[in-house]
């Protein structure tokens, strides 16, 4: 990550905090002088985006030192890691406040429940309002950067705006005469942050274990590849996610009649013009093969 990308994430990470901090004390204070315990689940969430958002910021600032002796191939996947430690974070989250309403509920001591007040359902609609901004706030800024880091923490905006909609459901319900939808919101926000861990966890998980990219990015490289003056086909490519990065290994099939100059100049326009074109691959390796002798006799670049 340049120095330009990690100033965005640090902003991003920046506004994130200050406004989870806002949020959470806003909704704490609602819930208890509002009686929702749903709302109080809630401001535990938003306290939980805290936490996770220095978890981004250390992992951005590790992930973009650069490469050392023990490190040659850089500190990407650090960023990673990161988004395992936050999805392990929003999965504990959830898991209490879906422990916390699951007693409430089982409690069957439902004409002793309070009432939740206006200040919880107008902290709800707040809340929502704001999380969805934030989702795409910091969703831009991830895709703009390519940070799987900062894309796991827009997804953690997401679950806890979708957690304030249960509270709103549950709060509206309860003044409606059904106290016993306040807790049930919050058994039905720990699902919605679990799902987001899971898909967090599971994204850092493919790009740790170099997962190959999507069909359509591979395709798209072809065609880049083939349009290069020079080449007469494409023998093998091979592509793994590394953190945020690519990295791309290929065999090109060129006149076999050419001098070596000729097809290493081959070689290069297919390097230069995959790494123009995809900022993210941090690397790129090509191979040229005589076209009338295939894979196996190959000449590296």
Not at 71 to 91: D, M, N
Not at 187 to 194: D, L, N, P, R, T
């Amino acid at each position: 990550m340049d120095e330009q990308n990690q100033k965005t994430a640090m902003r991003v990470s920046t506004v994130s905090i200050a406004v989870n901090l806002l949020l959470s004390v806003g909704k704490l204070l609602a819930g208890i002088f509002g009686r929702s315990g749903a709302m109080i689940s809630d401001a535990v969430h938003s306290a939980s985006d805290v936490f996770s958002t220095f978890i981004v910021i250390v992992g951005v600032r590790v992930s973009a030192k650069k490469s050392d002796t023990h490190h040659p191939y850089g500190h990407e996947r650090l960023e990673c890691v990161a988004s395992i430690i936050l999805a392990t974070v929003l999965l504990v989250t959830g898991f209490g406040i879906g422990l916390g309403g699951l007693r409430t509920v089982l409690s069957a001591d439902y004409e002793h429940l309070a009432i939740p007040g206006r200040m919880a359902l107008a902290a709800a609609v707040i809340s929502i309002a704001v999380k969805e901004w934030m989702y795409w706030y910091t969703r831009a800024a991830a895709k703009k950067i390519n940070s799987g880091a900062l894309m796991a923490d827009a997804w953690h905006h997401r679950s806890d705006s979708l957690s304030s909609v249960g509270a709103l459901i549950g709060i509206a319900g309860a003044r409606m005469g059904y106290p016993l939808l306040d807790p049930a919101a919050s058994i039905v926000i720990s699902i919605f942050i679990a799902r987001a861990a899971y898909e967090i966890f599971m994204d850092a998980v493919n790009k740790m274990v170099d997962r190959a990219c999507d069909a359509e990015t591979e395709e798209t490289i072809r065609g880049l590849v083939l349009g290069q003056e020079g080449v007469l086909g494409i023998d093998r490519l091979m592509t793994r996610l590394f953190g945020a990065k690519i990295y791309v290994d290929m065999e090109i099939a060129a006149d076999g009649s050419r001098t070596l100059y000729e097809t290493h100049a081959i070689a290069e326009r297919v390097h230069d013009a995959i790494e123009e074109h995809f900022p993210e691959v941090k690397h790129c390796m090509v191979h040229v093969n005589p076209a009338s002798c295939g894979p196996d006799k190959d000449m590296e670049r």
